[in-house]
């Protein structure tokens, strides 16, 4: 059975997709910054579970990451789950930037590059689910990082899908909308608009649609009929609108 490896393992949607790709049957290489938090999460699973902490944020962390995935095993899926958010009017917070780059644009892109070089060197039908967000579609004052790296990433995954799909390697997007998950509190949103205006979704219901959307090759899902409504919405509404509306949701 493949080996799949899942970044941002500690939490979230990162302990479902452990747990969905464990029913699956399949072999893990976990990853996040909390050791402990892993090794709890590996002592759960039904399959062969293997720990390996890395912070994305520091240089070449994504492939270390992926040398020590690979060590006597062979990743046939890989999981981009980990992504940082930051709250505040660019250039305020210039460490906790760079980092959310680094982890939702760098660390992302260099696990897909490495994935993709090793599936085709190995003639393996690899698959990649990149966790993306609605946030894709919208630029947001006060979020721009956070928004900005995701629309990177769905494009990206995007393009990426249409170019590896020859080869049997499926790239897909995952763009939810809020989902229970820390990332309200951990970004310091708990209170703001979008965490209590905005519908939330289960972190498991979220995770399923990713998982069984990848193992069908699809190129992006984007889970709930709300979430569905406001993606297209974006494409007829100003995006000077949409910038004043997140703005007030972000901020309210």
């Known amino acids: 059975m493949a080996?799949?490896?899942i970044t941002g393992a500690s939490s979230g949607?990162?302990?479902e997709f452990a747990r969905l790709a464990a029913a699956d049957g399949?072999?893990?290489?976990?990853?996040?910054?909390?050791t402990d938090r892993l090794d709890t999460l590996a002592a759960e699973m039904p399959t062969q579970t293997v720990v390996i902490p890395?912070?994305?944020?520091?240089?070449g962390a994504?492939?270390?990451?992926?040398e020590?995935?690979?060590d006597g095993r062979r990743i046939e899926i890989l999981v981009n789950n980990a992504g940082l958010g930051i709250h505040g009017n660019l250039g305020r917070a210039p460490e906790l930037e760079r980092g959310t780059l680094s982890v939702n644009v760098v660390a992302?892109?260099?696990l897909m590059q490495r994935a993709l070089a090793d599936f085709r060197d190995h003639g393996t039908r690899g698959r990649i689910l990149n966790v993306a967000s609605l946030a894709a579609f919208m630029p947001a004052p006060t979020m721009g990082l956070y928004h900005a790296s995701k629309s990177y990433l769905l494009s990206l995954s995007e393009a990426v899908h249409h170019e590896a799909k020859a080869a049997g390697i499926t790239v897909t997007a995952l763009c939810p909308g809020p989902t229970r998950t820390g990332f309200f509190d951990a970004a310091g949103l708990g209170n703001s608009g979008v965490a209590r205006l905005m519908p939330l979704q289960s972190a498991p219901q979220v995770a399923r649609a990713g998982w069984r959307g990848?193992?069908?090759?699809?190129?992006?899902?984007?889970?709930g009929l709300a979430t569905k409504a406001l993606a297209v919405s974006t494409r007829v509404a100003p995006r000077g609108v949409m910038a004043r509306v997140n703005k007030r949701f972000w901020n309210s």
Do not use: C, F, Y
């Open 26 to 34: 399949h072999d893990l290489v976990i990853s996040a910054r909390s």
């Open 214 to 223: 990848m193992m069908a090759g699809k190129r992006t899902v984007i889970p």
């Open 68 to 70: 020590s995935a690979n």
């Open 3 to 5: 080996w799949a490896l």
């Open 54 to 59: 890395a912070d994305l944020s520091q240089p």
């Open 108 to 110: 992302a892109t260099e």
């Open 62 to 66: 994504a492939d270390r990451l992926w």
């Open 13 to 15: 949607l990162g302990i």
